[in-house]
């Protein structure tokens, strides 16, 4: 018993050398731990940088209107905007990770409008959510 004790002090305070069995298996445990573990478990998401402004709010049909930006609802592969589900996806995704008031409750995405510049191209998105 008194070996196994000692074997766990030497695992705590790192005092096996270079080159010994014992020194391989921890830094590989540490490196399974490193590329196994799941993401989420650390919470570890990026936050986006997305510029969301209020619209409107209608209390009666509980629908609220959220203005994106466009590049926020492009996909990473190409500049054009995706087909409509996953572009309603994508904004859900967007709007529960940016906006306080979404977080953590349910919402669902009811209409997403591109609003057009002047030369065509997609200005903004006004994003219409009912809870």
């Known amino acids: ?26 830094v590989a445990l540490i490196l399974a731990f490193l590329f196994l573990t799941p993401r989420h478990w650390f919470h570890d998401r990026p936050q986006p940088a997305v510029n ?13 209107t959220y203005r994106l930006d466009a590049g926020a609802l492009r996909t990473s592969r190409s500049a054009t905007p995706v087909e409509t589900a996953t572009l ?4 859900h995704d967007v709007l529960r990770d940016s906006v306080s008031g979404l977080k953590g409750t349910p919402f669902q995405v009811v209409r997403v409008d591109p609003r057009l510049a002047s030369d065509g191209s997609v200005a903004y998105y006004d994003v219409t959510v009912q809870r």
């Open 52 to 64: 969301v402004q209020l619209v409107a709010q209608d209390a009666g049909s509980r629908t609220t």
């Open 88 to 91: 309603q996806k994508r904004a």
């Open 1 to 26: 018993m008194r070996a196994f004790w000692r074997a766990i002090g030497r695992v705590f305070f790192w005092s096996y050398e270079r080159m010994t069995w014992q020194y391989d298996v921890m």
